[in-house]
């Protein structure tokens, strides 16, 4: 990281201790008065601004590298981080992405299935243990190995009896792992599904009594550069033809500051169904910043040839960044570090006959060699090395990733700033009305129980009107006949028929087109989904400012949104979905050949019938998990706004009961204009950090 983003992040996390203080003297001077401190009202944001302190503490950036099978990955991570640490011909990886992480001492950390630990020091022995348990058996290299290890072998292990180890397969689980839409699209082979369901029990029964030694999880501890070590790099599991992923990878994805899927530029036509289909399925909501497509095994080409793939790239792939599109050669990386390592021109001369002798001698490396040292070429070390780089065209991948880094970084320092502002303003609100409070008490006790009452009264009003508002806003988005969630899915419907309309079924390509609008329609559905869970609470809380504008309980009791659980919400409206919703995903996207008569339409028709139903399944999914989700989010939504109001109610009653003279009434009062005024300075404080980041 650079030195302005240290310096600022010092600054944050100087003012966030400052902040815990200040919460900690107010947690326990509320406590010593016997009186419910406002932090209870506050606990969403508090948990919040823990949470992205945590995330810039550890200061970790993490980079996922995808990418079809043998596209490179491999070899693009040990140019990357300038040293021969993965092995170059481990093929795809099993049930397990691997981590590479900063650590002063080099060690690999292996996790198995039944949870035992083995660690290796040594560096030919870590290779060893890479080939071994990270790559396929070469029986099985046609199934989808990682799956099966999840879903099957693991999980079962995980129930298993720690004594015996024996494990119980259900035939339901099997089949319903054969028939899931991921399994179906990882038949890349293309193998009649008689035979790839029979290799995939084949796997099972061949693994059922030795699921205890699959590896789950492999990290690799190395003494980076100090420019990498706040940078974990994770190295997946291939792509599948259809862009899919398992669901480890997923959970990786998510957590992931930055993208790469890589994709060789030789022997192949540039366009990529599969990076397409890759980011259609896991990218959903991510900043496309955080994505870049990485066409390797550049260095072989002459300029005009990569200038040609450049533009096509440029104009194939319009969704992402222009400059997130890189063309480099990880080989001539590697090949700039090694013999950059070299003292002399005789021990290049060495290396390059080593090279030769072994069959590992590449054209470019003797290209760069001619040109600058051999031959006629009176250069120096450090020009053949410069052309290797210029080969490699590796700075665009350093500064590119470095850029976004530090961009990543900024972004969470600008929004915990912005949260703890939020919290300093709320608390402030909270002292102020405590303070006038008690000033109330001193001049006419009576008036702060006629202020209960009064509250009281404006609680009860607020929820019978929110009830009945809320009730319309159900109506709107669920009403059977003129909802919104189905006037969304209809339409969402009626485009992608539309859209299949205009397609030629006889026109070559047509499936390829079908495909592309199918993909485009299920992420409309997602897109739509967080959008009108996001517009919910958005009229929740208009309903709220329009019932009670005039009312003093409107400054309180609305509920911040960080303390509503909406992924919970959101994770038992599904759960309630897939009860109802039994979605049968075998031959979605099944491939459907013919050995001797071919008819084209008759494959586009049972094609496009087999996405119908499939889409007319996920249109019923959509809707019914909207239903779900409005349902349990007004719940939510008027349960945090009744426990707010009787959280303030029960605080002024407090207050309301204490029994002290004026003069005590009046440090009371001078310690809240105290903390009062440290919120303010606090949020100036904030303000100011806050304008100075980019």
């Known amino acids: 990281m650079v030195i302005s983003y240290k310096k600022k992040k010092e600054e944050v996390l100087s003012i966030y201790n400052d902040m815990e ?67 170059v011909d481990v093929k795809q990886c099993t049930s397990v992405l691997l981590e590479i992480k900063y650590a002063k001492n080099f060690k690999l950390v292996a996790t198995y299935a039944d949870g035992r630990i083995e660690v290796i020091n040594e560096p030919e022995a870590v290779k060893s243990f890479l080939k071994k348990n990270a790559s396929l058996d070469d029986d099985y290299r046609d199934i989808p190995v990682p799956t099966i290890n999840e ?66 999880k492999i990290e690799i501890f190395y003494p980076l550069s100090d420019s990498l070590k706040g940078v974990e790099i994770i190295d997946s599991p291939g792509v599948c033809a259809r862009g899919g992923v398992s669901e480890v990878t997923t959970e990786y994805i998510k957590d992931a500051n930055a993208i790469i899927f890589l994709k060789p530029i030789t022997g192949q036509a540039i366009e990529s169904t599969q990076f397409s289909q890759f980011m259609n399925n896991t990218i959903v909501g991510r900043n496309k910043e955080a994505l870049f497509l990485i ?95 210029a080969k490699s065209r590796f700075k665009r991948v350093y500064s590119l990733l ?46 702060i129980e006629a202020k209960i009452k009064k509250l009281e009264a404006e609680k009860n009003l607020i929820l019978n009107r929110i009830a009945v508002g809320i009730e319309d806003i159900r109506y709107h988005y669920t009403s059977n006949e003129k909802g919104k969630i189905k006037e969304v899915a209809d339409t969402i419907v009626c485009n992608y028929k539309s859209k299949k309309a205009s397609l030629n079924p006889d026109k070559e390509g047509s499936i390829d087109s079908l495909k592309s609008i199918s993909l485009e329609t299920i992420e409309e559905c997602k897109e739509i989904s967080k959008k009108i869970q996001q517009e919910v609470i958005e009229d929740c809380n208009d309903l709220l400012k329009s019932i009670s504008e005039k009312l003093d309980l409107i400054d309180f009791i609305k509920p911040d949104y960080e303390s509503i659980d909406f992924e919970k919400i959101e994770k ?33 028709k049972n094609y496009s019938n087999s996405i119908d139903k499939r889409l007319n399944l996920i249109r019923a999914e959509l809707e019914n998990e909207l239903i779900d989700f409005v349902s349990d989010a007004i719940i939510e939504y008027r349960f945090e706004l009744n426990n707010n109001a009787d959280s303030k109610i029960k605080e002024l009653k ?29 949020q100036i404080k904030l303000k100011a950090i806050e304008k100075g980041i980019l």
């Open 402 to 447: 470095e850029k976004f880094g530090r961009k990543s970084h900024y972004i969470l320092l600008k929004d915990v700033l912005n949260t703890m502002i939020r919290l300093y303003n709320s608390l402030d609100l909270e002292f102020s009305d405590q303070i006038e409070s008690w000033r109330q008490k001193i001049k006419n006790p009576n008036d």
């Open 654 to 682: 407090e207050i309301n009961e204490v029994r002290v003279e004026n003069t005590e009434i009046m440090k009371y009062i001078e310690k809240i204009e105290e903390l009062s005024s440290f919120s303010k300075g606090g």
């Open 572 to 604: 038992q409206s599904k759960s309630n979905a897939e009860e109802r919703v039994k979605i049968k995903e075998a031959g979605t996207f099944s491939d459907a050949k013919y050995a001797s008569v071919f008819s084209q339409k008759k494959y586009f």
């Open 21 to 87: 203080n200040f919460l900690q003297e107010v947690l326990e001077y509320y406590k010593n008065i016997n009186i419910s401190n406002p932090l209870k009202r506050k606990e969403g944001l508090i948990k919040k601004i823990r949470a992205d302190i945590a995330k810039i503490k550890e200061d970790k950036f993490k980079i996922i590298v995808a990418g079809e099978a043998k596209s490179g990955k491999s070899t693009f991570i040990n140019a990357y981080l300038g040293i021969d640490l993965l092995p």
């Open 151 to 216: 879903e099957i072998l693991v999980k079962a292990g995980r129930k298993a009896n720690n004594k015996t180890k024996k494990i119980k397969i259900f035939e339901e689980d099997i089949k319903n792992l054969i028939a899931s839409e991921s399994v179906q699209a990882a038949n890349i082979y293309h193998l009649s599904l008689e035979k790839y369901e029979s290799k995939i029990r084949q796997y099972i029964s061949s693994y059922i009594d030795n699921w205890f030694n699959i590896v789950t």
């Open 295 to 389: 066409f390797t095994r550049v260095a072989q080409m002459n300029e005009n040839d990569l200038m040609r793939l450049q533009e096509e790239a440029y104009k194939q792939f319009k969704q992402l960044n222009k400059e997130n599109i890189l063309f480099v050669d990880s080989k001539a990386e590697m090949s700039a570090k090694v013999f950059d390592s070299l003292e002399s021109i005789e021990a290049v001369t060495n290396k390059l006959k080593e090279l030769d002798d072994s069959k590992e001698l590449e054209d470019f490396i003797k290209l760069s060699y001619y040109d600058t040292i051999g031959g006629l070429a009176n250069g120096s070390l450090s020009d053949f090395i410069q052309s290797l780089e």
